[in-house]
């Protein structure tokens, strides 16, 4: 069984309010940048008013003592799970880890919008692979102590093998077969990733944009959970 969490990835804080609204068997809410950036810490302490856990997707890399600066800032704010990127170091995972407390802190390891050719012209590489990639970034998080990784669908099993027991798998481009694709390159249908291990299952468009999104996210909950 994976949980599913919605990507709250909407224009402002009042939109959130009213598709929140109507989605209350609603668990995890996804905070990107975006939204982060136009309702702020208000928003944060609403959505856990309204009983969600909150995953803050803002994807930190920086120098070790500013992310966990920006980690130790969602603890305090009651933030259950955020992310960083893997490609940020040894050093940086290890001291937003020793600053996570009780959030639980995942690895962005390859983000799904790359294919191996746009990934390795972004990090100045011929012949890339990428579940090669993605398995190093992954053991790479496991060593610092992260809590568990982002990966897309397709690099579940490997990721799961670099992981210990009870880490977090997180896999975003989760679509149903009539679901469009959109920007994601790296997709699969919610009941085969949460059989292969995912923990937790992150939806957006298809929620998002349904005329009914309380009946497409008991959808996704109930194949997360077959």
Same mark, same amino acid.
């Given at each position: 069984?994976?949980?599913?969490?919605?990507?709250?990835?909407?224009?402002?804080?009042?939109?959130?309010?009213?598709?929140?609204?109507?989605?209350?068997?609603?668990?995890?809410?996804?905070?990107?940048?975006?939204?982060?950036?136009?309702?702020?810490?208000?928003?944060?302490?609403?959505?856990?008013?309204?009983?969600?856990?909150?995953?803050?997707?803002?994807?930190?890399?920086?120098?070790?003592?500013?992310?966990?600066?920006?980690?130790?800032?969602?603890?305090?704010?009651?933030?259950?799970?955020?992310?960083?990127?893997?490609?940020?170091?040894?050093?940086?995972?290890?001291?937003?880890?020793?600053?996570?407390?009780?959030?639980?802190?995942?690895?962005?390891?390859?983000?799904?919008?790359?294919?191996?050719?746009?990934?390795?012209?972004?990090?100045?590489?011929? !012949?890339?692979? /990428?579940?090669?990639?993605?398995? +190093?970034? &992954? *053991?790479? @998080? =496991?060593?610092?102590?992260? $809590?568990?990784?982002?990966?897309?669908?397709?690099?579940?099993?490997?990721?799961?093998?670099?992981?210990?027991? !009870?880490?977090? /798998?997180?896999?975003?481009?989760? +679509?149903? &077969? *009539?679901? @469009? =694709?959109?920007?994601?390159? $790296?997709?699969?249908?919610?009941?085969?990733?949460?059989?292969?291990?995912?923990?937790?299952?992150?939806?957006?468009?298809?929620? /998002?944009?349904?005329?009914?999104?309380?009946?497409?996210?008991?959808?996704?909950?109930?194949?997360?959970?077959?």
């Amino acid at each position: 069984m994976a949980e599913v969490i919605l990507a709250l990835d909407v224009e402002s804080a009042d939109a959130a309010r009213r598709l929140l609204d109507r989605l209350p068997d609603l668990r995890w809410a996804k905070v990107g940048s975006v939204l982060m950036t136009r309702g702020g810490a208000p928003l944060l302490a609403e959505l856990r008013e309204r009983g969600l856990q909150v995953f803050l997707d803002l994807k930190w890399h920086d120098i070790p003592h500013t992310v966990a600066g920006a980690v130790a800032a969602a603890a305090a704010q009651g933030i259950a799970m955020a992310t960083i990127h893997t490609l940020g170091g040894a050093a940086m995972m290890r001291a937003a880890q020793a600053a996570a407390g009780p959030v639980g802190l995942v690895g962005v390891t390859v983000l799904t919008s790359h294919d191996a050719e746009g990934y390795g012209a972004a990090t100045g590489r011929d !012949g890339v692979e /990428l579940l090669p990639e993605v398995s +190093r970034l &992954a *053991a790479a @998080a =496991a060593a610092a102590g992260l $809590r568990g990784v982002v990966c897309s669908p397709a690099e579940v099993d490997v990721v799961r093998g670099q992981l210990p027991r !009870g880490a977090w /798998l997180v896999v975003p481009g989760i +679509r149903r &077969a *009539a679901d @469009a =694709a959109g920007d994601q390159v $790296r997709i699969a249908a919610p009941r085969e990733t949460a059989a292969r291990g995912a923990t937790h299952l992150v939806v957006g468009r298809p929620i /998002l944009h349904a005329s009914d999104p309380a009946a497409v996210l008991a959808e996704f909950i109930a194949e997360a959970a077959a």
